[in-house]
């Protein structure tokens, strides 16, 4: 079954690093010490939280990737079944990806593509 | 089991004489996941040596050349000490999501191999939706990326594990569309079907212009998914220590190298599928030697990682937002236009046919 | 079709999912928690649709189809949420509902 | 354009008209020739009447049927008897009255004469309706413009007053409006369509336990604005706070929609209903006439005075219409009548002297004969009239009322007679004090010897008012016979 | 399919090439000449408006999942109208506060879309279909809730439309995916074949019906309508009460009458309890606003209830009574919107108190909004009066004398706080008045139909027995 398969590499995933890091605890040498738990900063101590709010262009993106990743999923059953259907489908998807590259467009020209 | 691995249908059989019918199943899987495991593994530590060796060159330098024949056991020798090494972390961590985050980066690139057909029947997975899985699969190792720049808990791992998430799903745009504007050609998202349509040529060369174009932005925006130079502000050493997994070391730090190299392999992998015919050998001269395959696809991927390794030292890295630019700006629009263009040609047949 | 799970389980599921969605909605304090609980309502019913087509009517996609459209509608919804959020968050600095809430009886 | 539409029509144009007004003396110019041509129209209908009855054998004349809503049947339909002529006629001078009391209204004189008209529309159209959905629509007319009129032109608690009066109106308007929907759906009792019409409806058997329903429910509709006695409490605050010709139309016409209403719909289009509930009706309108009398005597303002006495003498006209036969019914329409005349004379006479004196507290006047004569003997008339002396219409009303109640035989009619009867007497008593407190004895406050006697306008008003009244006191014969000749059907459908 | 066949979606075709134009202008203007975008705008949809009343053939597109016939193209028409006389009354908020900020072409393009998915919703053949309709239409709405970016209402408001209408869509098509199970279609002519009463067709009904009680904000899914109102901009509070409310009334009743027919007697009692609770609940509450946009959120909440008075009877008479109450409150309560926004657009005043003393200083508004008030409380000859007792008759011709007892009885309450208004701008004295002011031509135009329109429908009858030959569609 297909589906079993996905089980199957999803456990040889998980146990691979279940797995390495056990045998990596194992075999390591240990030492601790204060400075060692602090985070990595360039050796400066860390000021201030770190989560904080970022910058809204990341989510920005984000938006802009929600809308056009869930087009492809339009797409694709489109492009499957398109030498099928042909001239209908064309048209169709003509006015679909109009709309579409309007929205790219309107989002480019509103400045959201501008990384500030 | 519906794997059509040849090998284990002979194992299987062997397997159903000793013992009963469900164990001989579960043992079949378990001796395919340790076989991809040990693909995996060595997968990941030659294309680490093998990305030495290409930077030695471009650099004029050797490269490894101590531990092994010409080196060739550096890589394995790095992995043990990277096995031997302490698994550190900081006090602030969020230690849940820090530990979880490598476990989905292996896992989603191993069930990305999963689906890659090296040859005509060794093929863990053939789903009939095998683009769309490998689409999805790939989005969800953003997530162990953003987990570990959160969970750790370090500005530089955070700022990069941001800059990682919006590359990442922006470039994931262009992969997805320029893989669709293959699939116009196919009429299927099926690996083995995919393959088959280009047992008269391949499928770059079936949709010609606007096939060239996918290629082209596939292979950018697949290098930018994998997060490589010149795409790979996300570690940017000088800037971010080593961006979101500065705060891994050890094995931990292990499973992000060799994801990524997995990943880059993946890529590699799905662009010779799709645009080269996969495992069919050109002009079907190896036709009558189906076992060749496997070294026609394995051949072809590491031309194709090749170029991957070449962009790295041919461009500078890009700033974030250049990066955007580019994607959003240009590769976005210009694959919607390969589209349709696409589609023209689809539908008025003017394909290349043999 | 998944053999030995017969319908009424996925359903089960489906239903429970459904109510921790609405549990969710009513007593989440925080805006972002509401939203992921709204959908988990719409996953409920997207599975509702998938697996209902799949076990009762397979002749037809009706319901594939139509779980198709409820992704990319809660797709938009929560885009559009996510952009609102943000907006009252810069203005509040809060997503908590008590925070932000203004206007009452 | 027939003769009765033009009722509905010209109080549009002279409101249209009004609206282009400026200021004060121009719209009470045009309030007035409207009125005036109203009034004119008003006396022309009642000769056109007696002629047209004397050859035409049907009991509405002048109807006109135009179908409105077809899919509803909702015609307008229009048509009048002797009931709707005498009353549009007592509206008719009402109103021309009111121009005149109202002649020195500074405050938005235009919206004032424009509410005025809209109400006096909502009246001659529900009069002249003979179907249920515009005498209905009509109905509502009449009552929404009283908010406006309290509200702004009003004083004391006048704000209240309008709101509780608006209010219990409108929702009496729903009893009525579901007693209408109930006849309506029960008009196809005998196979025919649905309708409206009243006067098709009167011909449909309606089921009896449909009858016992709605009847109660319609009556209390309209009777709530003639004043029924549990539901009687917007009238005395409405009335003393109402503006001086608000309060005259109001008691002198509005509140007779009620008892016309009752009449035409409630008890003509379910008798059955009538006669099974009438014994509860009589106990609350009798209980009506004699608390409101009772309660007129407790007062010392003289509008809640009068607006009480109004409650007592509406109770009346509801009380003579459930005896159900010809004499108390002819009482019934006749006291309508002379009441509408009395009570606006009364309330004319009121503002008169408030706006004099500033106060209508009687405790706080007295001697006003000496001074305002013409006033205070005008006064006295009215009080006469109210209290039923013969020789004014007051007299010929009660007396059909009471004839025609004796008749019943049974014990319960008898007591209820008797104790109706008995509020004549406390009539006279608190009219008598307000005549004895305020217009005889010593001037009590010393500004008042310099009131100023009533001016023109005013002495039309009140001669506009009186002469109707004395004019039916001393020759109600005609006015019996042509409202005898109407009460032809309801004998028929009732008895 | 022929393409030509694509002309039955006539208005859905225009509106979408209408605001796609909006689009690329908004793309190619450049910002200093955006306030031509307003004028470019209502003078589109003002041709799109004309040319709906073309005349329209009946019939289904897309395999039965779009379909039109006499009355869904009326509703469309009346919506049209509704849109732009509600679009001339925003022109000068747009222009004046809306425009300098750059944002204004968004303002049409999200409510054209809006308009469109209201236009599917009505056209829908099947259950995907109205989906996407009702989404489509609710959300861009909850954008222009939020609108004002600087007035945290604003978002506070958009944020809480959103969450619930995702609520609201969510349960209802967690019972759509139950009708789906006993019917195994999601078309509407095969679902009237096969459903029945079962419990889960019923459970499935009652979750649907919750979607969509959501959206004409009926009890008890009207917890969102007065904050939401009161955070958005006027225009938008007025659409949402208006134009959205219209359309979802319009097409509960398509559902109600055509494809859950079979399940009336189900709907019948729901229907029963939800409209005494809306009408109740949302006169009460009303009762004690101050703000005039929370005060007419719930004037229209209880308006709701009294639609269910026609939604009630399932027959020919209630389908037309129910179009035609729609089609009066429409132009109602725009007039009374309109004037609420012409004098929050002046002064920023929204309360009931500031408008103590309207009439001495603006005569014209003050006639406008009382009006307005009296169509909305059913006060003759206004048109208001016309639409309640058709209802209230429809209501009765099934015998539900008491329900129709009740609902005048609301009609009183309501007129109490109707009067309210009438009593601040006539009876009281203030201070502080709003200022005289005149309007602008779009408003003084956006005003002047609705009056006419209010003054007009009521008398006016062809016009209803128009409404009921269309009518007759559904049986």
């Given amino acids: 079954m297909e589906s079993e398969a996905l089980i199957v590499f999803f456990l040889a995933g998980v146990a691979l690093v279940a797995g390495a890091n056990f045998i990596s605890n194992l075999i390591s040498h240990k030492s601790d010490n204060p400075q060692k738990r602090e985070p990595y900063e360039s050796g400066m101590p860390t000021i201030g939280p770190t989560w904080v709010q970022f910058k809204v262009g990341y989510y920005l993106y984000a938006i802009l990737f929600l809308i056009f990743d869930v087009e492809i999923a339009f797409l694709v059953p489109w492009a499957v079944v398109f030498k099928d259907l042909g001239t209908v489908a064309f048209i169709e998807i003509i006015i679909f990806l109009v709309i579409l590259g309007l929205g790219l467009a309107y989002a480019w020209r509103k400045g959201a593509l501008k990384w500030q | 089991m519906n794997t059509s691995l040849s090998i284990t249908e002979n194992i299987q059989d062997w397997l159903l004489t000793i013992m009963p019918a469900s164990a001989a199943s579960i043992t079949a899987m378990a001796l395919i996941a340790v076989a991809y495991l040990t693909f995996f593994a060595l997968a990941g530590l030659f294309l680490v040596l093998m990305e030495r060796k290409v930077a030695a060159r471009f650099q004029l330098r050797l490269g490894p050349n101590r531990v092994g024949y010409y080196g060739l056991l550096q890589t394995l020798a790095d992995a043990l000490k990277l096995v031997s090494k302490e698994l550190t972390g900081t006090v602030k961590a969020d230690k849940f999501l820090y530990n979880l985050a490598p476990y989905f980066v292996i896992i989603t690139a191993l069930m990305g191999l999963a689906v890659i057909p090296f040859s005509g029947s060794i093929q863990a997975f053939d789903i009939n939706i095998g683009i769309f899985f490998l689409i999805a699969i790939s989005s969800v190792g953003v997530i162990g990326i953003l987990l570990a720049g959160w969970g750790s808990n370090n500005k530089f791992a955070m700022i990069g594990a941001m800059r990682s998430g919006v590359q990442t799903i922006s470039y994931e745009l262009s992969v997805g569309l320029s893989l669709l504007t293959m699939i116009l050609l196919t009429g299927s998202l099926q690996l083995s079907e995919i393959v088959a349509i280009q047992k008269d040529g391949w499928l770059i060369v079936q949709g010609h212009i606007p096939a060239l174009i996918a290629f082209m932005i596939y292979m950018i925006a697949g290098t930018a998914e994998t997060n490589r130079a010149p795409f790979d502000l996300v570690e940017a050493e000088s800037e971010l220590g080593a961006g979101f997994h500065t705060e891994y070391s050890g094995m931990k730090f292990a499973y992000f190298f060799l994801a990524e190299f997995i990943n880059m392999f993946i890529i590699a992998a799905i662009a010779v599928t799709i645009f080269f015919g996969a495992w069919l050998s050109p002009f079907g001269i190896t036709d009558s030697l189906p076992w060749l395959g496997v070294f026609w696809f394995l051949g072809k991927t590491l031309v194709i990682v090749f170029l991957m390794m070449w962009f790295r030292w041919t461009f500078p890295r890009l700033r974030i937002d250049q990066l955007l630019t580019l994607e959003w700006k240009y590769l976005l629009p210009l694959n919607l236009m390969n589209i349709v263009l696409m589609a023209l040609i689809v539908w008025l047949n003017l394909t290349i046919q043999f | 079709m998944i053999p030995g799970i017969s319908i009424t389980e996925i359903l089960t599921v489906t239903s429970i999912l459904f109510f921790i969605g609405v549990y969710g909605f009513i007593t989440r304090t925080n805006l972002i928690s509401i939203l992921i609980s709204v959908e988990l309502i719409l996953n409920a019913s997207v599975i509702n649709f998938v697996v209902i087509n799949k076990y009762l009517y397979p002749d037809m996609l009706q319901g594939v189809v139509y779980s198709i459209f409820i992704i990319a509608v809660a797709a938009a919804e929560t885009a559009l949420a996510i952009a609102i959020i943000f907006n009252l968050y810069k203005q509040t600095s809060s997503v908590e509902v008590k925070e932000t809430e203004t206007m009452k009886y | ?495 | 399919m022929e393409l030509s066949s694509f002309f039955l979606m006539r208005h859905e075709l225009l509106l979408l090439i209408l605001t796609l134009l909006l689009v690329t202008a908004e793309i190619l203007i450049p910002n200093h000449k955006k306030s031509s975008v307003v004028h470019l705008a209502l003078f589109l949809f003002g041709i799109h408006t004309a040319l709906g009343f073309l005349s329209l053939e009946e019939s289904s597109l897309f395999g039965g999942m779009f379909r039109t016939n006499d009355l869904i193209h009326f509703f469309k028409n009346v919506l049209n109208i509704g849109v732009f006389i509600l679009l001339l009354q925003s022109a000068d908020w747009l222009e004046e506060k809306i425009v300098a900020q750059s944002r204004g072409t968004e303002f049409f393009i999200l409510m054209f879309f809006s308009l469109l998915g209201m236009y599917f919703m009505i056209s829908a053949g099947d259950f995907l279909m109205f989906y996407i309709g009702l989404e489509l239409s609710t959300l861009p709405v909850a954008a222009l809730v939020a609108y004002d970016l600087m007035n945290r209402r604003s978002s506070e408001g958009g944020i809480k439309l959103i969450l619930s209408a995702s609520l609201a869509s969510g349960i209802s098509l967690f019972g759509i995916s139950m009708l789906y199970a006993t019917t195994g279609s999601i078309y509407f002519d095969e679902v009237l074949k096969v459903i029945t009463t079962t419990n889960l067709s019923v459970i499935g009904f009652v979750l649907f019906f919750a979607g969509l009680a959501f959206k004409i904000s009926l009890v008890p899914f009207h917890f969102w309508t007065a904050d939401v109102y009161e955070g958005a901009p006027i225009s938008v509070a007025s659409y949402l009460s208006v134009i959205s409310k219209g359309a979802a009334a319009f097409i509960l009743m398509i559902l109600l009458f055509t494809v859950l027919k079979p399940l009336m007697e189900v709907w019948e009692n729901l229907i029963y309890v939800i409209a005494l609770a809306t009408m109740f609940v949302g006169n009460l509450f009303a009762l004690r606003q101050q703000n005039m946009k929370r005060f007419l959120a719930f004037s229209s909440i209880a308006q709701a209830g009294f639609i269910l008075l026609g939604l009630i009877t399932g027959t020919q008479l209630g389908t037309a009574t129910v179009v035609y109450f729609v089609l009066i409150y429409i132009f109602s309560n725009l007039a009374a919107f309109g004037v609420v926004q012409a004098i929050s657009l002046k002064t920023g005043k929204e309360n009931m108190d500031d408008y103590n003393g309207l009439y001495k200083t603006n005569p014209r508004l003050s006639l406008v909004i009382l009006l307005a008030l009296f169509s909305l409380a059913g006060i003759p000859p206004v048109a208001g009066f016309f639409g309640k007792f058709f209802l209230f008759t429809a209501a009765a011709s099934e015998g539900y004398y008491f329900l129709v007892f009740l609902a005048v009885v609301n009609v009183t309450i309501s007129l109490y706080y109707y009067l309210l208004v009438v009593r601040a701008m006539f009876l009281r004295q203030s201070e502080d008045p709003v200022p005289a002011f005149s309007n602008k031509l779009y408003m003084r135009l956006g005003l002047a139909i609705t009056v006419i329109g209010i003054l007009v429908l009521g008398l006016y009858s062809p016009l209803y027995d128009y409404i009921f030959t269309l009518s007759g569609v559904f049986n």
């Fill in chain 4, 1 to 495: 354009m027939d003769i009765l539409s033009l009722f509905v029509l010209i109080p549009v144009l002279v409101i249209i008209a009004l609206v282009f007004t400026k200021g004060l003396h121009q719209a009470r110019l045009v309030a007035m020739a409207g009125s005036l041509v109203q009034l004119g129209m008003a006396i022309n209908l009642l000769f056109a009447y007696i002629k047209e009855s004397a050859v035409n054998e049907n009991v509405f004349v002048f109807t006109r049927d135009i179908v409105w809503f077809e899919q509803l049947n909702i015609h307008y339909n229009i048509g009048v008897d002797g009931i709707s002529v005498a009353l549009i006629l007592l509206t008719a001078i009402v109103v021309l009255a009111g121009v005149f009391i109202s002649w020195k209204t500074y405050d938005l004189p235009k919206e004032f004469f424009i509410s005025l008209l809209v109400l006096a529309t909502g009246v001659y159209g529900f009069f002249i309706s003979i179907d249920l959905f515009t005498m209905f629509l009509f109905y509502e007319v009449a009552v929404i413009p009283m908010y406006l009129l309290i509200g702004i032109w009003g004083s004391g608690p006048k704000e209240y007053s309008a709101m509780k009066l608006t209010l219990m109106l409108m929702g009496a308007s729903a009893l009525l409006m579901v007693g209408i929907l109930g006849i309506y759906f029960n008009s196809n009792a005998d196979g025919g369509a649905l309708t409206f019409n009243i006067l098709e409806i009167s011909k449909v058997n309606i089921p009896v336990e449909a009858q016992k329903l709605f009847f109660p429910l319609t009556f209390i509709g309209f009777a709530v604005l003639g004043a029924l006695f549990p539901f009687h409490t917007w009238s005395p605050d409405g009335h003393a706070s109402a503006p001086t010709a608000v309060s005259m139309l109001h008691a002198g016409v509005l509140m007779k929609l009620g008892g016309y209403g009752v009449f035409r719909i409630a008890m003509f289009l379910l008798p059955e209903g009538a006669m099974e509930w009438s014994w509860f009706f009589i106990s609350l309108s009798a209980t009506g006439v004699i608390y409101g009398a009772f309660a007129a005597i407790r007062q010392t303002d003289l509008k809640y005075i009068n607006a009480y006495s109004s409650v007592s003498h509406l109770g009346m006209v509801l009380f003579a219409l459930l005896m159900l036969n010809k004499t108390a019914w002819n009482g019934a329409i006749l006291q309508s009548l002379s009441h509408g005349f009395m009570t606006a004379l009364f309330f004319a006479l009121i503002g008169m002297i408030y706006s004099r004196t500033h106060t209508r507290d009687i405790t706080k006047l007295g001697g006003l004969l000496k001074v305002i004569p013409f006033i205070s003997v005008i006064y006295v008339i009215a009080g006469l009239a109210s209290l039923g002396l013969p020789g004014f219409s007051g007299f010929v009303a009660e007396m059909n009322i009471f004839v025609g109640a004796f008749q019943h035989e049974a014990m319960f009619y008898r007591v209820a007679t008797i104790i109706s009867v008995s509020a004549i007497v406390v009539t006279a008593v608190y009219i008598l004090r307000v005549v004895g407190i305020m217009l005889m004895g010593p001037v009590k406050n010393e500004e008042f010897l310099k009131l100023p006697q009533a001016t023109w306008y005013e002495t039309t008003g009140i001669m506009l008012l009186l002469i109707p009244m004395v004019g039916i006191g001393i020759a109600p014969y005609w006015l019996s016979e042509m409202i005898l000749k109407s009460l032809q059907p309801f004998i028929q459908g009732l008895l």
